[in-house]
């Protein structure tokens, strides 16, 4: 096995250790061809089980060996896409109204939806335990990973003013599954509309100047541009920045913040009413796109950026807003502004330019004269030469750190954990009955949740890193939400069924390791070591890493209660909490 010679991988390593959550020691896009027995040639062949793995950890929530083995004899990375492009999506609130069976005397939730708020502290772990279960079994793996992703860069929050309101939460999440495939402009407006994001952003019930106050609210347009388009600076097709006199140049300043938020002037839950202390009276205004109530918009001209783009004067809301994100979505800045942070969030952290302009201009045009496709964005991403030979061709960059979310998701895919039946409760009040892992992740985890960002700017920044390695000029953003009290006591307390964790929150996360039992019990550790690392770290188990694990199975396989159980969860865990496996590459 190859060391972690890198830089990235090097510095990687230093600090993990130093923060005690290591357990252990360009160009044109090409690819791997091959002919198969019926003719047909591959361009994206599967050269081996652990590629197919690297590939499943970008684009899933984690290989598992039943999917490492069929994409392995399917053969055709695209061809695996296209089938997953194809899987009809999971929605989270149709999970919650299927699953929830009323207990004590309350009514199932499908049929009293207005008991989302009644019993909204308790729903809130429901809207958690519907994310996990979707994650870990959902069939359509790609729209879920994807729509995570995009749930950091268009980020809302229980955090704030959504904290009493699951069902605006949930149904916000499912507008990003269901557009995560479909063109980003038609994403930007189901965002813009829905009334979770008009909440947590302040622009439902904004209001022209005058009417209520002395201007209109600007958080919306504010972020809309620096956080889910164009950016605070202009970029090339590469996304680096244009530099004039050696400084970067702003895409937008004050008065387009203050054009921009006359534009979102107007919008309203649908409660049939403007006033702001009315809304998300009802769980069908606080899941249904916002209307508008048109005395309440500004109807004067709008111009915006220093190209003097015109929304003119006399529109109507509806039509100001679909000009502006209009506007947004095919500024130039936006293909590899939103390209590079999908990139990042799904294979790598430092992406080269060239990986990014590519992906760009598949943004910018599918083939079909499409803008924005992000299905065909996220191909783009995924069957890159960068993405599927970059460990191997750019080794002291590529990669990225695994979110304490995708931990778990992956070791529940991997090792196939069990939920059980769980009673949701309020206080001492049963209310639901549903079967679930009762692993809510932000209290376990410590640091992260579904939609639960402590700010708009989500867990953490594209160009964040520790000062060693943000010195270096790399980008490891992850690692913000690393320390000691981070998840491998977690993992490991999951791995080996500790009665703190399991008894007290009743985690029904049962993993099933018969297999590996069974090698441990053979005393085969090398072929068991060889299975975790194809599962978990794709091949990229360090020879320092793997070594030493061995060294600890021969040296403890005599000790007094070792059973081929337990020594399989001791070598699991040593793998997962190891710097290697952080890496994902």
């Known amino acids: 096995m190859k060391r972690m010679t890198s830089r990235f991988a090097g510095w990687v390593t230093v600090f993990l250790l130093m923060t005690g959550c290591g357990g252990g020691g360009g160009g044109e896009v090409s690819s791997v061809e091959k002919e198969t027995d019926s003719g047909r040639t591959v361009r994206y062949a599967v050269a ?62 499908k049929d009293h939806p207005e008991d989302w708020k009644r ?264 069957l890159d030469d960068e993405a599927l030979h970059g460990a191997r061709n750019r080794p002291e960059i590529f990669g990225k750190f695994r979110e304490p979310l995708l931990y778990f998701t992956h070791l529940f895919r991997a090792f196939h954990a069990q939920d059980g039946y769980h009673i949701l409760r309020q206080g001492d009040t049963p209310l639901y009955r549903y079967r679930s892992f009762n692993f809510n992740g932000t209290g376990y985890t410590r640091q992260e949740g579904p939609l639960e960002a402590l700010t708009v700017f989500n867990y953490f920044t594209p160009e964040d890193a520790p000062y060693t390695l943000k010195k270096e000029g790399i980008a490891a953003p992850e690692l913000e939400l690393y320390g000691k009290q981070g998840i491998d006591e977690v993992l490991m307390g999951i791995i080996h069924k500790n009665d703190s964790i399991y008894g007290l929150f009743e985690i029904s996360a049962d993993l099933q390791l018969e297999k590996e039992s069974a090698l441990a019990s053979g005393k085969r550790y090398g072929e068991l070591l060889d299975r975790l690392d194809r599962i978990l770290t794709a091949g990229h188990l360090s020879a320092s890493t793997r070594e030493a694990i061995l060294s600890y199975a021969r040296a403890h396989a005599s000790d007094e209660g070792m059973s081929g159980e337990k020594m399989a969860r001791h070598m699991l865990g040593l793998v997962i909490t190891s710097p290697d496996y952080a890496l994902q590459r």
Not at 83 to 106: D, I, K, L, N, T
Not at 130 to 153: C, M, N, T, Y
Not at 251 to 273: C, H, P, R, S, W
Request: charged share 25%; hydrophobic share 35%; proline share 4%.
């Open 48 to 109: 081996s089980a652990d590629e197919a793995s690297a590939f499943l950890s970008r684009a899933t929530f984690g290989a598992t060996p039943e999917e490492i083995d069929r994409l392995v004899r399917l053969g055709d990375y695209d061809l695996w896409l296209q089938e997953q492009f194809q899987e009809p999506p999971s929605y989270h609130m149709a999970w919650a109204e299927e699953r929830a069976e009323g207990v004590g005397g309350v009514g199932d939730l």
């Open 119 to 382: 019993f909204s502290d308790a729903l809130g772990y429901l809207q958690r335990d519907a994310w996990w279960d979707i994650a870990v079994h959902g069939r359509d793996q790609l729209r879920q990973r994807v729509a995570f992703a995009l749930s950091e860069i268009l980020v809302i929050s229980r955090n704030g003013p959504l904290l009493t309101y699951p069902d605006a939460r949930i149904s916000y999440y499912d507008v990003l599954v269901r557009h995560a495939f479909d063109s980003y402009e038609e994403l930007l407006k189901a965002v813009t509309y829905h009334p979770a994001m008009g909440k947590y952003l302040s622009y439902l019930g904004n209001a022209k100047a005058g009417t209520r106050g002395a201007h209109p609210d600007e958080n919306y347009a504010r972020e809309v541009m620096q956080l889910f388009s164009i950016g605070l600076y202009r970029l090339d097709r590469d996304g680096r920045r244009l530099l004039r006199d050696g400084r970067p140049q702003p895409v937008y300043d004050q008065k387009d913040i203050e054009q921009m938020a006359k534009i979102f002037t107007g919008l309203t839950d649908d409660n049939g009413q403007f006033e702001t202390e009315a809304s998300f009276s009802s769980h069908h205004a606080r899941t249904s796109a916002m209307v508008a109530v048109e005395e309440y918009h500004d109807r004067s001209e709008k111009r915006l950026f220093s190209e003097g783009r015109l929304v003119p004067a006399g529109g109507d809301t509806k039509g100001d807003i679909d000009k502006a994100l209009h506007m947004l979505a095919t500024h130039p800045n936006t293909a590899p502004f939103v390209s590079r942070r999908l990139i990042q969030r799904l294979v790598t952290s430092n992406p080269s330019p060239a990986y990014v302009e590519r992906v760009a201009e598949v943004f910018e045009d599918n083939g079909k004269g499409e803008h924005g496709d992000l299905g065909a964005v996220v191909r783009a991403i995924l």
